[in-house]
């Protein structure tokens, strides 16, 4: 709700980019933890970094954090682009970019 509709694939392929740069990295770590030590060494491994990442982001937001982006979002929203909130109370659709054909 606070990314205006325009730039939602732009953030959504950073994500997934970031997403797939990542994978290479962690399967080599993976890999070398299971061949030194044990094959159950990468999942614990795992399993500790996504607790310890969830904690640092679960402090990083707040629902006063969000509330306050909200507001901003709202008030620097580009002309003819409706409020988030709007869209959802009237039912209409987000709107949606023009896709290309697959090629053939």
């Known amino acids: 709700m606070i990314v205006p509709a325009h730039l939602m694939g732009q953030v959504a392929s950073t994500s997934r980019m970031l997403a797939m740069c990542a ?9 070398w933890l ?3 030590y044990d094959v159950r060494t990468p999942l614990y491994a795992a399993a500790c970094l996504l607790l310890t990442m969830t904690a640092v982001t679960a402090t990083m937001t ?3 954090r969000v509330e306050t982006a909200l507001r901003n979002a709202a008030t620097t929203r580009a002309p003819g682009h409706p409020e988030p909130e709007d ?3 009237k039912g209409t659709p987000e709107p949606q970019q023009p896709t290309e054909a697959p090629a053939r």
């Open 23 to 31: 994978a290479p990295f962690g399967a080599f770590l993976g890999g």
């Open 34 to 36: 299971a061949t030194a």
């Open 62 to 64: 707040s629902n006063r």
């Open 87 to 89: 869209r959802l109370r």
